[in-house]
């Protein structure tokens, strides 16, 4: 694996999470009944990122959760013969609102179909609305980004790493070859 390109820096990174902050205030028309919910790993840290950017923006709080969709993987029996199950945190009723699942990176769409079969399970919202620091093409289900921080084509051959201070130490989004 060879890093072949820096997208994202700490500094765009942040601009991207503010944008996206923005476009989620006036398409919601304010923080009204508005909830994010992460998608673990780094959906977890992006979604409170969002979260302290909403408030900055606006003054105000707006719940924030969790989500582990191990269980719901179609490809569970490729990832481990024993995957780790996290915890999931949604510690507030989602019956009505509007949520913005929040993931690193959006490529096959699979994964948030997952999310999506996961978060249902909590309740049905008003709405459930889809924030990724990174969109890079190539998918396999009609699943789209309603926020995106960074579009970037990229090969098949090709992985994008969003690796955050909490995770990684490090603070940026590159293109990878595998």
Sequence with gaps: MKEKA?????????????RIAHEI????KGTEEVCLIGIRNRGVYLASRLAECIKKIEGKD???????????????????SQPVV????????????????????LYTGRTIRAALDALIDFGRPNTIQLAVLVDRGHRE???RADYA???????????????????????EAVIVEK
């Design 149 to 171: 921080g960074k579009n970037i084509p990229t090969a098949k051959n090709e992985t994008v790493e969003v690796r955050l201070q909490e995770v990684d130490g490090k603070e």
């Design 62 to 80: 707006v719940l924030v959760g969790n989500l582990d969709i191990t269980l719901y993987r179609d490809d569970l029996t490729l990832i481990a």
């Design 25 to 28: 205030l006036e398409k919601n």
């Design 86 to 105: 996290h915890k999931t945190e949604i510690y507030f009723d989602i019956e009505g609102k509007n949520v913005v699942l929040v993931d690193d990176v």
């Design 6 to 18: 820096k997208i994202l820096d700490q500094e765009a990174i942040g601009r991207a999470l503010m």
């Design 141 to 143: 289900l009609p699943i």
